[in-house]
Every structure is written in C-alpha cells, then in structure tokens.
C-alpha cells in the first residue's frame, strides 16, 4: 500500500454535496454494495445533480444504480458484470438504450476477472493470472488480456492487468469520525474497491463514537477511507438489512418511469426524485416520508408473504 494513500485526518466528517465534489469528469468510478443491497443511492443522486460527466464505471453485479447514472447521461464507460434487475424487473432499460445508441460504451466483464484486478492493484502488481476467461470471447473483447505459459507448471494462464479506480463510492451502516467502517452482512466487494482505490468516500447510515465503533468491529480501517457523510436511508430504494427492506414499490414506479422514453424518464423520475431533491431529506419526503420508511423497517412478514410481491 502506498504512503500517499494513508488517510489519516482525525474527522473526516463533511456534507453530501462536498463528499461527492470528490468526483471528477472522466473518473473511473467502483460503485459499492450490489443488485439491490446498500447501493450509495444518496450519492448517485447527488452525482446527477453536480452535472459530474464522462464517467467510467467499474463493478460486479449492479441495478438501479448503474442504471439511473445511465438515464441521466453520466456515465462514457461500463466495466460491469451484469447490469439489471433480475427475476423481479428484468432487463436495465436506461443502461440497454444508453449502449445501444452509443453513448456508453461496454467493457463486458466477470466478476472474478474484476476480482483479480483489484487483487493485482492492491498488492502492487501489474498483473494477476487467472484461468476462467480462455476459451470465452472475452480474449477478444479485451486484447490488453494476455496469456503465459505458467514456468511451474506449463499450464496455459491469462493475465488480467492491474484495476486502480480513481475513487469508491461506498455505503456503510456505522462508521466513526476517523472514518473506520462498520458493514452488516455481505461486504460484496467494497473492502477490494477500498484497498484498490485511490480515494474512497462513503455514506453511512450513522456516525457513532469510536467506542461503540470498535464494539461493533471495523470493516473498512480509517487509513483507506478519504471522506464520510451521515446519511440515514442513503442506500434507498436498495435494502440496507438489517435497518431497511428493498423499496419494491419504488423500483417499480423507476422501472415504468424508464420504460416510456428517455425524455419520459426524467419528466416521471429524474425531475421528481433527483433534480427536484435539493438533498436526501427531500428525497426521502419525495418518496413518501416516514411512512414509508416505517413499513421499509418494520418488515418482518417473512419469505411467503415477501414472494408475493413478486406474483
């Protein structure tokens, strides 16, 4: 790890609107958490409204994250293994026009291939071997990928370069002033994107005292951590279990939204929800206040009722 990349600033507490003037046009981007589980929503919106451009997006499995940024035509380059919104939605609308016309242009991927990459870069390689790739057209979609013949054992391998992004952008449960990181549950692949990254800024549900911090245990230490903002529900409409539940309703009304047209996406979704949104509280009234998010933490109705949704 480098020296340069230590951050070791005793608060780094700061807004939402200046964690994320962190980003810079063109930057290569790894979004954390995954498909619908504590995506850094908060900070997408907030991306949207700094007009911020050109983006190149890194990551493994995504939804509405990857999908929303698309529709509102931040994002040059797709790295993603999987962009959607599986058995529940389907296909991602905004991310499928925005490549078809041309304006985002498809690094095709998979998911240990980015693994491998984030491993290189955060040892201090150039490269790492892997083996899942040969024989699949992906040799061809990305010809920097190179093979050997392994000295040891004469096993043919593929070398996947090094993945350094310029930035994370992260969501977390807890997190304390140093920026130490608490995460519940799967941490996808958000302690790779930590360590790989150059910057890494984070929302967090709460900011708690450094005692209570390390009861809980550190996910993601300090030293990697640039920024962080107290968001509470900043992964909406994704879960962030065991606080929240997925937001289906809203998914749905965001999937009917781009389903119209790009000109239909921002009147229904991005004007209402995004641009018309000075900040998360906003957002959050938007969404139905604290109604909804009542019934986003109180569901306990178990699987049954819960594939219902799906009917």
């Given at each position: 790890?480098?020296?340069?990349?230590?951050?070791?600033?005793?608060?780094?507490?700061?807004?939402?609107?200046?964690?994320?003037?962190?980003?810079?046009?063109?930057?290569?981007?790894?979004?954390?958490?995954?498909?619908?589980?504590?995506e850094p929503m908060a900070a997408i919106r907030e991306l949207i409204r700094q007009d911020i451009k050109g983006l190149?997006?890194?990551?493994?499995?995504?939804?509405?994250?990857?999908?929303?940024?698309?529709?509102?035509?931040?994002?040059?380059?797709?790295?993603?293994?999987?962009?959607?919104?599986?058995?529940?939605?389907?296909?991602?609308?905004?991310?499928?026009?925005?490549?078809?016309?041309?304006?985002?242009?498809?690094?095709?991927?998979?998911?240990?291939?980015?693994?491998?990459?984030?491993?290189?870069?955060?040892?201090?390689?150039?490269?790492?071997?892997?083996?899942?790739?040969?024989?699949?057209?992906?040799?061809?979609?990305?010809?920097?990928?190179?093979?050997?013949?392994?000295?040891?054992?004469?096993?043919?391998?593929?070398?996947?370069?090094?993945?350094?992004?310029?930035?994370?952008?992260?969501?977390?449960?807890?997190?304390?002033?140093?920026?130490?990181?608490?995460?519940?549950?799967?941490?996808?692949?958000?302690?790779?994107?930590?360590?790989?990254?150059?910057?890494?800024?984070?929302?967090?549900?709460?900011?708690?005292?450094?005692?209570?911090?390390?009861?809980?245990?550190?996910?993601?230490?300090?030293?990697?951590?640039?920024?962080?903002?107290?968001?509470?529900?900043?992964?909406?409409?994704?879960?962030?279990?065991?606080?929240?539940?997925?937001?289906?309703?809203?998914?749905?009304?965001?999937?009917?939204?781009?389903?119209?047209?790009?000109?239909?996406?921002?009147?229904?979704?991005?004007?209402?929800?995004?641009?018309?949104?000075?900040?998360?509280?906003?957002?959050?009234?938007?969404?139905?206040?604290?109604?909804?998010?009542?019934?986003?933490?109180?569901?306990?109705?178990?699987?049954?009722?819960?594939?219902?949704?799906?009917?």
């Amino acid at each position: 790890m480098s020296l340069e990349r230590i951050y070791t600033q005793a608060d780094k507490r700061c807004a939402l609107v200046d964690l994320v003037k962190q980003v810079q046009n063109g930057d290569c981007v790894a979004i954390g958490g995954g498909l619908s589980w504590r995506e850094p929503m908060a900070a997408i919106r907030e991306l949207i409204r700094q007009d911020i451009k050109g983006l190149k997006l890194v990551g493994s499995a995504h939804g509405i994250d990857v999908d929303l940024l698309c529709g509102a035509g931040v994002v040059a380059v797709s790295a993603e293994s999987y962009v959607g919104f599986e058995q529940d939605f389907g296909m991602a609308i905004n991310y499928r026009r925005a490549c078809e016309a041309g304006l985002v242009k498809v690094e095709d991927n998979c998911c240990y291939t980015l693994v491998q990459q984030l491993r290189a870069a955060i040892s201090g390689l150039p490269f790492m071997p892997i083996r899942s790739v040969q024989g699949t057209d992906f040799m061809h979609l990305h010809p920097e990928f190179k093979t050997m013949t392994c000295p040891f054992t004469g096993d043919q391998l593929v070398l996947v370069p090094a993945l350094k992004p310029d930035i994370a952008i992260l969501h977390a449960h807890y997190a304390d002033q140093h920026g130490n990181l608490h995460i519940e549950g799967p941490p996808v692949a958000d302690i790779l994107f930590a360590k790989a990254s150059a910057k890494v800024i984070v929302t967090v549900e709460e900011i708690v005292p450094h005692e209570e911090l390390a009861q809980k245990g550190v996910t993601i230490p300090y030293f990697y951590v640039t920024s962080i903002s107290e968001v509470p529900y900043g992964a909406h409409p994704t879960s962030c279990y065991p606080h929240y539940a997925y937001d289906r309703e809203h998914t749905a009304h965001y999937y009917r939204a781009a389903k119209h047209s790009a000109d239909g996406f921002r009147e229904n979704y991005l004007n209402p929800f995004v641009y018309d949104c000075k900040d998360n509280d906003a957002y959050i009234d938007a969404i139905g206040g604290k109604a909804k998010l009542a019934r986003l933490e109180q569901w306990d109705a178990g699987l049954e009722q819960w594939m219902k949704l799906y009917e």
